[in-house]
């Protein structure tokens, strides 16, 4: 072959690389921009800053680049001055955003995590990036100590607790530890017991409160039911998100459709516990004792959440 | 200037003096700014509880502002992160200064909802 051609085809080779390694890189620029997000969120007390996350090298010679920055100054390639824990939520900050792409099978995402070696601050900071990701996924993550637990206990986050006992014959059981409408009956609890909380503003919290428990009963009552008859939970979402209001969504959990829940309300619990969600929002609660209010909440709460339709 | 911002600023300016509990000093002002600021939020929607528990006022607080709950959300986490870097814990290191900073971040952002 002419020296020509072979400049010619050289040239052409060398272009080829170049775009590839261009696109590659395009194509997980998302990635990175995504991974520099949940690192800040992880990184918390950490003065590391995260650079560009670029694919380099080619055939046997491929490898991640990864830069970072020290308190602002250029600290060159990241890994070797991040500490044990730190690169523990570097391997969760590049694979979390890896496995949320939209190209990603996984409708679920589940993370084992060590946070035993993490601060607080992680943790509370993995804590935000999970419910981020949970708005659009299943998330699920597993842990050995109680931080993270306690982490979602504070944020707020509609999450569930579960623990996981593993008994003499490795017979596993799992049960709930706390549950969203656990946590505002218990707060509802706490409010009725504070002489110091003026009553006007009690009255006028407590229905707020005592809804939200009851409609998180319901949701999950809702919810748990129809996933184990195996609907999708897309369609469960959707079934859900049409219901307005707490009555409709008591009627999803009760009678697996919105209609009247005239029939449910024989009981004083439920005619009481409905009435103050439903009526008790805009105005405040009247003509019941509070305590009454929270009592009839709790039995109506634990109704829903017997049974699962 | 509300108490509220003067607590911030003065919690930002024990922190940037250092020292050697600058760090824990911040996070117990940055504690009361919040509740100053918790109060206010309360005020607002008509629904003053000042002498109540922390916790009564952040349930009061998480149903006032119902539609928007980052502003709960936001005021539980401070609570909870500042009430632990203000005591001591025989395991645990003292709050860092960006922790504080960070701290002192929340509550500002929270501030700016009054």
Known sequence: ?309 | MSDTRALLEQASGVLAGGGEHSNRMACWIARSALESCVDDLLLARQRAAESASMRSRLSVLQVAYEQQPEVAQRAEYAWSRLSRACHHHAYELSPTATGAEHLIGVVDSLAAHT
């Open chain 1, 1 to 309: 072959m002419s020296k020509p051609s072979i400049d010619r085809l050289a040239a052409a080779e060398k272009w080829l690389k170049d775009n590839d390694t261009r696109l590659k890189n395009e194509r997980i620029a998302p990635i990175s921009e995504q991974a520099k997000r949940a690192w800040a969120l992880l990184r918390q007390e950490s003065n590391v800053e995260l650079g560009d996350l670029r694919l380099e090298g080619q055939a046997t010679r491929r490898r991640v680049s990864l830069t970072a920055s020290i308190d602002g100054a250029d600290a060159g390639n990241a890994l070797p001055v991040l500490s044990q824990g730190e690169l523990h939520a570097l391997a969760l900050a590049l694979f979390l955003p890896r496995a949320t792409l939209d190209e990603s099978p996984s409708a679920s995402s589940s993370s084992t995590t060590r946070s035993r070696r993490w601060i607080p601050a992680k943790v509370d900071g993995l804590v935000t990036l999970l419910s981020e990701i949970a708005e659009t996924r299943q998330v699920v993550a597993f842990s050995h100590d109680d931080r993270l637990a306690a982490a979602v206990r504070r944020s707020q986050t509609p999450a569930r607790i579960y623990e996981v006992v593993r008994g003499p014959q490795s017979v596993v059981s799992i049960s709930s530890v706390v549950d969203p409408s656990t946590r505002y009956i218990s707060d509802a609890d706490a409010l009725c017991r504070d002489e110091n909380v003026p009553d006007d503003v009690l009255r006028r919290t407590l229905p707020g409160l005592l809804r939200l428990a009851i409609e998180a009963a319901a949701r999950d009552s809702f919810f748990a039911g129809r996933i184990v008859r195996g609907v999708p939970l897309t369609e469960v979402e959707e079934t859900w998100d049409s219901a307005h209001g707490t009555s409709q969504r008591v009627s999803l959990a009760v009678h697996g459709e919105i209609r009247s829940l005239d029939h449910w309300l024989r009981t004083e619990s439920r005619k009481k516990a409905l009435g103050v969600a439903t009526s008790g929002f805009h105005r405040s609660l009247r003509g019941l004792d509070v305590s009454d209010a929270v009592h009839h909440t709790r039995r109506v709460v634990d109704e829903i959440g017997g049974q699962a339709r």
